[in-house]
């Protein structure tokens, strides 16, 4: 089982430069989530779906688009780079609600925008 | 503003020692989570709680959910050198999922 795959691994943007981040998972999840983390923070929920179809904003959404057209796959879009979003980038899925099943994580996506 | 406090913010122990880590909250939660974190790699969780008062083993790990729903530790016995990594508080309630800012944790052989 591959469980949450998270691509690239690195990647480096100019300020206002786009970008999508890939998330899948094998594991029939309905819950998928995307967290940012940041030099001695936690991670910080950025949106997040409860299935296929349905999409829902977290703590810290702006300047971030997703969505979720399969129960696989929950893309996340940055539609114009800036340093502030330089950051690891996490994406999580679980079979239920993300503080009653445990969440999967993926490896995440280190982001450095100049 | 909501305020989650996690301390201590980093440790170093000696092989053998127990350790102890704690989350507070300026509000009240439904759900405690623990997780851990290696480098290079996303969190595991570690132990879940979902009822106040509630103390919950996963082998060397003792976490509880405190009374007011506002706290959690966690403890770690007989540490060994695995058990380094940082260690996150995730209190939880309907969709909304906070983390502490972490105990790092370093384990000296």
Not at chain 1, 7 to 25: E, H, I, W
Not at chain 1, 28 to 49: A, C, F, K, T, V
Not at chain 2, 55 to 62: D, I, P
Request: aromatic share 10%; hydrophobic share 30%; charged share 15%.
């Amino acid at each position: 089982n591959a469980g949450v795959t998270q691509t690239p691994k690195f990647q480096v943007l100019k300020t206002g430069q786009s970008m999508t981040l890939q998330c899948a998972q094998d594991m029939n999840h309905e819950y998928m989530s995307w967290y940012r983390q940041d030099p001695g923070m936690g991670l910080r929920l950025i949106h997040y779906s409860v299935g296929a179809g349905i999409t829902d904003q977290g703590e810290v959404p702006n300047g971030y688009n997703v969505s979720r057209s399969t129960t696989e796959d929950f893309p996340l879009r940055l539609l114009s780079a800036a340093p502030s979003q330089t950051s690891v980038y996490f994406c999580a899925s679980s079979r239920g609600a993300a503080g009653n099943q445990p969440q999967h994580f993926g490896d995440g996506t280190r982001l450095s925008i100049l | 503003g909501q305020q989650l406090n996690q301390s201590p913010q980093s440790m170093f122990i000696q092989e053998g020692e127990d350790v102890s880590m704690n989350c507070t909250s300026s509000s009240i939660f439904n759900t405690w989570l623990w997780y851990k974190q290696e480098p290079g790699e996303g969190p595991v969780l570690l132990i879940a709680l979902y009822k106040a008062g509630e103390l919950t083993s996963n082998g060397r790990l003792t976490a509880q959910f405190g009374i007011t729903r506002k706290d959690s530790f966690l403890n770690i016995s007989a540490s060994i050198p695995s058990d380094v990594g940082i260690y996150f508080c995730a209190p939880y309630n309907n969709n909304d999922m906070r983390f502490g800012a972490g105990t790092r944790l370093t384990v000296k052989p």
